[in-house]
């Protein structure tokens, strides 16, 4: 590949694709010094804010410091939205000033942070005579992968060595009974494999790292909105997983991976993200202007020691959050690990006493691991209990509701123009427009995108059921005070979720 073509693709001396840096380079300059890119809060005159709002004219193709507001804004009202199982509050009819002044005027539409670069058509030919190559080249790296996979037994090792598994799939199997669990636990080991291989033989074609996160929250609407941004023609998430397609969102790198050194971290990173033959296909075939990719591990913001990491690895990666009330957010969390056959410890369905300390506090066990990985070296190999105890314990799935702690580390470490953050209720209001503000921010045309509504099973939705009232009072209390950081950490008095808003103040 010609030098000008690689550096490109990955980015003059981090890495980081040019796209990105481009736009955030752009959003950066902007800054109007306001947090998050959020403009200042008016919540005691949300009126008058929006007529204030309405009355900024924006310079073409330039993003002020109120068009980064309108970004974030406008992806950020009030309450959680309409579908939702029983414990959720329904959307108010008369929606809040607040959340009026939020809804994207057509002429207020964020202005995209900056174009994404695309290849100019020198590499688009270049690319397109080499493709053939390149293709033989992918299809030889599967055969090798196929054929050594089932003849090289210390492929095995090699796969477990390198890649994290997730926890859940030997719950899977062994649901299916010894024989069923059996075969399935060899087709997935060697699937696995396979995968791995391919990703590690192709990596000379794999020059990508992510230009934009979505960073989490785990059974925040992460899983729609990769799968909506991924079928705009610039985008493609992770290479994806075998075991389940609809997850090709989430690398798992940083629970898994990551190197000894920041170099040949970077190396095995790019292993997660789609060949220059996507790209191609892409830019040249499907005739978008730019390309980029994006990974949305969930789990990523649920764990201190990410941030750091992230951006080591991509100083100018934008991070898109998705916040949901933790209390709906942790019963979704469990009724997914239960339909997965995780053998969970407790249940949210059944009573609880008003001081069941379960429920009233952080475990101290989880509380002193997540105290070590926010202190954990970027290089250092992670604590064996992590996994269990990330997707096993009642202790960290309530952790992973703590948002404004966890945001912390990367708050400190990225820029405030790099974030956007996404209330659930909004996405669910409005989900084709929470895209679109999106692609703005991540500085990809918005008008390219087709809005498809999404299936109901790719929603990843694992059924309705009822949390006990006992225990949403227990969790509502518990996260009282964490939800009233985040909302002060966003500027703003109430999110719409239980036990915030003046009602329960
Ligand atoms: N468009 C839309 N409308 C309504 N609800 C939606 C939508 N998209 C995602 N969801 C709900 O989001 C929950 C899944 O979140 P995630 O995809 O982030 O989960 S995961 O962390 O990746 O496992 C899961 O929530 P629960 O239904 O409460 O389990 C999904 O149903």
Redesign the pocket.
Known sequence: MPASLHSRLVGPDDGTPGAGSNASASAGSSSGGAPFGVAPAHDAAPEAAASEAAAVVEPEGAMSSSAAGAVAEGAMPANDGP???PDEKAPSPNPSPWSHRRQPQPQQRPVAAAPARGLSPAQRLALTLAMPLMMMYCMAAFAVAWMSTFTVVPSYILAQRLYWTCPFIPHIWRRLGPLAGFAARIGFESSHCINILTRLLTLPLRPHLPSFYILGF???????LAEHLRTHPGLSATAGLPYHEALAKESHFFQGVYGRSCASSRLLYRSCFPTVVTRWWHEVVRGAPAWMCFDAC?VNACTPHVAERIRRLTPDAKIVV?LRDPV?GVF?AE??MRDMGVPLEWTLTEPVTPNDPRFTQIPADVASLWRELAVLPHDAPLPYKLPYTLYNTLGATLQCGMYAELLQPFLERFPRESFMFINFGD??KD?EGVVRQVLDFVGLDSQSYRHVP?LPAM????G?RRMHPSVKAALTELFREPNRRVAALLGRNDLGWAGMGPESA
Do not use: A, Q
């Not at 785990?218 to 729609?224: R, V």
């Not at 929603?459 to 694992?462: A, E, G, Q, R």
């Open positions: 579908g939702r199982g785990p059974k925040c609407g992460t899983t729609s969930p998705m709906p979704s009724i997914m996405f669910v989900t999404l929603k990843n939705n694992y309705s």
